[in-house]
């Protein structure tokens, strides 16, 4: 129940909330599906666990459901590219969204990007319906780290996260 603040407002908002640049990705019986994402955060250490929200309408949402698995993998500068094309644009979808990128497998066969910052592999530990998105929260079984700076996103533009 929303306490009248328009979704066009909350876009505006949300737009100065920088977010690290993710690729969320699954497999299924169907092939790969990977989307673009900024919603994802740390839950807990202990056991290691994260949060990623997505939408309900695509086909990587459908398929984390069906599998319980996921793959979280932070982009590194420069990706906006890639991650545009996870984002949709271009009208690209499904498997073809791989066709750019360096892509590998985990030990359990989910998508991971090979120059990722980081990338976390994932068993849907807890899911919530939350309006137009899936909240999962994903028990890591396995962590993959990279090399160079993380991607972030902020008033629509991508940018270098630098030390100061």
């Not at 499904?94 to 497998?105: H, L, N, R, S, V």
Request: proline share 5%.
């Amino acid at each position: 129940m929303g306490m009248g603040v328009d979704p066009a407002a909350f876009r505006a908002a949300m737009a100065r909330f920088p977010g690290a640049v993710t690729i969320v990705t699954t497999l299924t019986p169907q092939g790969r599906r990977g989307i673009t994402a900024t919603a994802v955060c740390s839950v807990t250490a202990d056991p290691p666990s994260l949060l990623v929200c997505v939408n309900r309408a695509t086909g990587t949402c459908q398929g984390i459901l069906e599998t319980g698995r996921f793959a979280v993998n932070l982009l590194r500068d420069p990706s906006g590219d890639l991650a545009m094309r996870f984002a949709g644009a271009g009208g690209t979808t499904g498997d073809d969204k791989f066709a750019a990128g360096d892509w590998g497998a985990d030990a359990a066969g989910l998508p991971v990007l090979a120059d990722a910052r980081v990338a976390f592999s994932c068993a849907v530990a807890e899911t919530l319906t939350a309006g137009t998105h899936q909240v999962f929260i994903g028990q890591i079984t396995a962590i993959a780290q990279g090399e160079g700076a993380a991607l972030i996103y902020e008033q629509s533009r991508f940018h270098r996260l630098d030390p100061i």
